[in-house]
């Protein structure tokens, strides 16, 4: 079993920048990638970012290049996602999670066995 908790959304203006965090416990060791997803009301939940467990690889949404940055501290089972120049269509509930192994593009939510309870952010015009 694997615990994730993100936490770092809020209420942010556009043109801002946010920075959110995924605090991975448990068996981490069995989870080879870990990702973000969000979901904006109304829609599908879609792919941010993922990357390998040692951290030598990163995958992005072909939506989510240049603005989103996805980093790891190993040390601290902590996942970041940093967010600039944020726009209102970024406004969602974004979403943690693990997966058991790492795929050549690991951008399908049902690759992912363990999800964080989400954060929301929200993005004003």
């Known amino acids: 079993q694997v615990r994730l908790v993100e936490s770092g959304g809020g209420l942010v203006q556009t043109g801002d920048s946010l920075s959110l965090s995924c605090e991975a416990s448990?068996?981490?060791?069995?989870?080879?990638?870990m990702g973000w997803f969000r979901q904006a009301p109304g829609k599908e939940r879609e792919f941010v970012a993922a990357?390998?467990?040692?951290?030598?690889?990163?995958y992005y949404g072909d939506s989510m290049k240049g603005r989103f940055t996805l980093s790891r501290d190993g040390a601290k089972n902590t996942l970041y996602l940093q967010i600039n120049s944020l726009k209102p269509e970024d406004t969602a509930v974004y979403y943690c999670?693990?997966?058991?192994?790492?795929?050549?593009?690991?951008?399908?939510?049902?690759?992912?066995?363990?999800w964080g309870q989400g954060t929301q952010v929200t993005v004003s015009s």
């Open positions: 999670a693990a997966a058991p192994r790492w795929t050549n593009k690991p951008s399908g939510s049902n690759e992912y066995d363990f």
């Open positions: 990357v390998n467990w040692g951290g030598s690889t990163r």
């Open positions: 448990g068996r981490t060791s069995d989870s080879l990638a």
